[in-house]
């Protein structure tokens, strides 16, 4: 697999002039809906970007099966550098094995730009459950199986996935709730409607405010926006950390290798400042970043690895 996406990779960043990049306004295609910490960071380097490229650079959201919507336009443009996706992992390691058929191959549809954050994700509670810990937490689920709701992104996201290998780890049943996207699951968390989730960032200020309440992270690390929180192996809930997940952009294959090349220095330059780096962490991400042949080889390995967990837990779509 390794090789494969390495010689896509090859393949994609085909040799060709671009003296005249970019002479019009680029796009950057969302695959979730506003207020995540994707759209957010995708926006934040849009913005940024905009002002080293010298021409505007347009952020839309198409959320939407699972990120396939976002996905699929991106692989069918025009391979020249004015239209990019700002995505997570999920979309490009999970929906092969989600959907039966995809528009896009996730390993020849795309030439690999950079990764833009990993993230680590919160094991988070409405304010009303009478829980302040993971173990007080896992002690109600047992007590009444299947009443706990969980809302994620939606099915066969990373976050169902996610909940549903702690689900399986803390030997519990709960019920699922899927949104379109991480946003409108928070707000439902935050209004009560439903009992917890697994969040990749979006949490981090209603947690810090004390609107919901958090228990751990996912790990395999803590998370610097909140310290405070332990990884879930630390309660004997183990194997869950390989739902860990990781933000990129991604342009259509056959894009030419110099502008690759320029959008992966550009974007590079801008996730090492240290205002967004602030931001990224405020919003509970790790900043990150990577040449393209380094993001292509995280995909490689998460393709051969998160198979066999979708399997196990048994998520599907179509």
Avoid: C
């Avoid at 650079?57 to 990120?67: C, Q, S």
């Avoid at 020849?108 to 007080?136: D, Q």
């Amino acid at each position: 697999m390794v090789r494969r996406v390495l010689a896509a990779l090859a393949a994609a960043l085909l040799p060709a002039a671009a003296a005249a990049w970019p002479d019009k306004p680029v796009q950057i295609l969302v695959t979730v809906s506003a207020g995540g910490s994707i759209d957010l960071i995708a926006r934040t380097i849009g913005a940024e970007l905009a002002s080293r490229l010298h021409q505007p650079v347009l952020v839309e959201n198409r959320p939407g099966a699972n990120g396939n919507i976002a996905a699929a336009a991106v692989a069918h443009a025009a391979p020249d550098g004015y239209t990019l996706l700002a995505t997570g992992g999920s979309t490009l390691n999970l929906n092969p094995f989600l959907y039966r058929q995809l528009a896009f191959d996730p390993v020849t549809g795309f030439a690999p730009v950079t990764l833009t954050a990993y993230t680590n994700f919160i094991l988070v509670v409405r304010p009303t459950l009478e829980v302040n810990s993971v173990a007080e937490f896992i002690a109600l689920a047992k007590k009444e199986p299947g009443r706990l709701n969980y809302g994620s992104a939606g099915n066969g996201s990373l976050t169902q996935i996610a909940t549903e290998l702690f689900n399986s780890a803390a030997g519990i049943r709960t019920s699922h709730v899927p949104y379109k996207g991480l946003s409108p699951a928070v707000n439902d968390l935050l209004a009560g409607q439903i009992d917890f989730m697994f969040d990749s960032a979006t949490t981090v200020p209603y947690i810090k405010s004390g609107k919901l309440k958090a228990l751990a992270v996912v790990g395999p690390k803590p998370l610097r926006a909140l310290p405070q929180l332990k990884v879930l192996s630390a309660y004997g809930v183990k194997g869950v950390d390989v739902a860990s997940g990781w933000h990129g952009v991604f342009a259509p294959a056959g894009t030419p290798a110099d502008i690759v090349r320029r959008l992966n220095t550009e974007i590079v330059a801008i996730l090492k400042t240290t205002s967004v780096q602030e931001r990224i962490v405020a919003l509970g991400a790790e900043p990150a970043s990577s040449t393209p042949e380094e993001l292509a080889r995280r995909l490689a390995r998460d393709l051969q690895t998160l198979g066999p967990v979708v399997k196990r837990t048994g998520a599907t779509l179509d």
